[in-house]
DNA sequence: CCTTGATTGGACCCTGTAGTCCAGAAGCTA
DNA sequence: TAGCTTCTGGACTACAGGGTCCAATCAAGG
């Protein structure tokens, strides 16, 4: 991997984005190199030029790709969930970007599972990204828990899991039964959770 | 597939079992017929004797057979949540029968998105097991409301759907991070969200 | 014992997939 | 234009995994 003209840095960017969207619609294991290159219109010494590493270095660039996005339509409520409106704005904030998905949009934890057996290394660097997203919300947690807000046993990070646990299995779900009912009832029953923290 | 001999059903069994755990630890696509032909020593041609469908058939047995395990695991209070005490109980067998298992045991929920691509006739059965379980929820959700303890706006089938999301969300934490904990905190949180609905 | 059918071992085939290699085209800089 | 690097196409290899086949063995009834 040396330098990129312009040129090579478009074709990395658009194998990126493509072989995301091939990946949440199908997962990992089902996403083949092949798949990803008649999807980019590129071919097989491409994908090796610009990720040297393979799949797993593809898969890494997707991951953090896809949380980017993920996050991205969160904004701005993840920044500073200190309200319970805030929350109720967050909650229909993934509510709309996961309805609006034309692609079956995996869990990033279940992307994790599924590395966890072949790249453990992957798996725990994806984890990442889904602890770093969880963190959001344990801060927010944590500054409302500050504001006198929450009841003094409330314990933001134990609190942000389970809110995260619901999301994530609201996701599952959601990908199961292919229905948005299952992701919004996860979601509600987090906020009446976190609610009967209320002070 | 005829008629069984008792040392054929005994072999059978042995495939199913051993096979049941290796799937739990690996995955679906993590688990290959050699894997489980050498962790039951065994050979291909019996594989395909006692399950002609070949892995699919046996995708099949393991998911009901570790769907029983699971329900077991839950009995009895899973056919009785007719009081809080139940739902508490309930949740730490649930929580005890997890903790307990040597393999990393896999959610019901990401079988089925790991079936999804390749085989979705499996998927759908496999989620027919999902969806029993949590009937068991919605059914004494039901029972509770009818017994006025639960508040009139209360919806059994859409809470137990939060809860079993939680659930399976906090399996699939378990086993990313290895740690029993994001379930205990799931289930606590999707409790806590039922008994806001508390009359 | 003999026959029939269930059971078992393991070699074999075919396909799909990750990864390699090399030659040629395109682009940049002097 | 010359010479270098980056970029691209596609054939090729190696191998894993699902599935097939057949011959050998075992069990039970007549």
Same mark, same amino acid.
């Given at each position: 991997m040396t330098r990129l003209t312009a040129k090579g840095a478009a074709t990395r960017g658009r194998i990126v984005e493509a072989a995301t969207d091939l990946v949440l619609a199908r997962g990992v294991n089902g996403t083949s190199l092949d798949d990803i290159r008649a999807g980019t219109a590129t071919s097989k010494s491409q994908l090796f030029h610009y990720f040297p590493g393979g799949k797993s270095e593809l898969v890494s660039a997707i991951a953090a790709f896809q949380m980017d996005r993920v996050l991205a339509a969160q904004r701005p =409520?993840?920044?500073?969930?200190?309200? =319970?409106?805030? =929350?109720?704005? =967050?909650?229909?904030?993934?509510?709309?970007?996961?309805?609006?998905?034309?692609?079956?949009?995996?869990?990033?934890?279940?992307?994790?599972t599924e590395l966890l057996v072949h790249d453990p290394e992957r798996a725990a660097e994806v984890d990442g990204h889904a602890e770093r997203w969880c963190a959001y919300l344990t801060a927010g947690l944590r500054r409302m828990g500050e504001q006198?807000?929450?009841?003094?046993?409330?314990?933001?990070?134990?609190?942000?899991?389970?809110?995260?646990?619901?999301?994530?299995?609201?996701?599952?779900?959601?990908?199961?039964?292919?229905?948005?009912?299952?992701?919004?009832?996860?979601?509600?029953?987090a906020l009446a959770a976190l609610r009967s923290f209320r002070l």
């Open positions: =409520w993840l920044d500073t969930l200190d309200t =319970w409106e805030d =929350w109720d704005a =967050w909650r229909d904030a993934v509510v709309e970007h996961y309805a609006s998905q034309t692609h079956n949009c995996c869990a990033i934890s279940s992307m994790v006198g807000k929450l009841r003094a046993d409330a314990d933001p990070e134990r609190l942000a899991v389970a809110v995260f646990a619901a999301l994530q299995g609201g996701l599952l779900l959601m990908q199961a039964r292919n229905s948005i009912a299952p992701l919004e009832a996860a979601l509600d029953g």
